[in-house]
């Protein structure tokens, strides 16, 4: 971007120079995109689910937990609780801060929680939660 911001100044007047002034408005999203994204990194911090779990309960949802989730027809499905900038890794990822995420924080097994949906309010059980890197299989 910055070659070609360069080239279209080279073509001389800049004041009628269209090329130049959008990739000049391009560079400053760039840089402000930049800029946000270094905040966002100085105060993350990396989660190791497989660390002892000295600070929580394991029978509870926390950050990083895997929690299996019956609907009210019985289908069974694993979610793993995430942070919000890596919720759309994985079908199966939830960010903390989405409805389902928030409602399922702090729960224990067979807690209901109920979840306000585009199509209407759903009830939902917590079946299992399990802090491993992947969701047990069930047998």
Known sequence: M??????????GDRSENAEYTYGKKR???????????????EGMAIVDPLAPLA???PKR?????????????????WHR???PDEFDMDDNY????SPLGRGLMGK???DEVTVELPGG????????ISYTLKPPERS
Do not use: N, P
């Open 27 to 41: 560079l400053h999203e760039i840089d402000r995109r930049v800029r946000f994204l270094r905040k966002r990194l």
């Open 2 to 11: 910055t070659q070609a911001v360069s080239e279209a100044a080279a073509q």
């Open 121 to 128: 309010a759903a009830t939902f059980t917590v079946a299992a």
């Open 61 to 77: 949802v926390y950050f990083g937990a895997w929690v299996e989730i019956e609907s009210g027809v019985g289908e069974l499905r």
């Open 94 to 97: 939830v960010s903390m801060d």
């Open 108 to 110: 224990a097994l067979d």
């Open 55 to 57: 600070r929580r309960d």
């Open 81 to 83: 609780i995430v942070g």
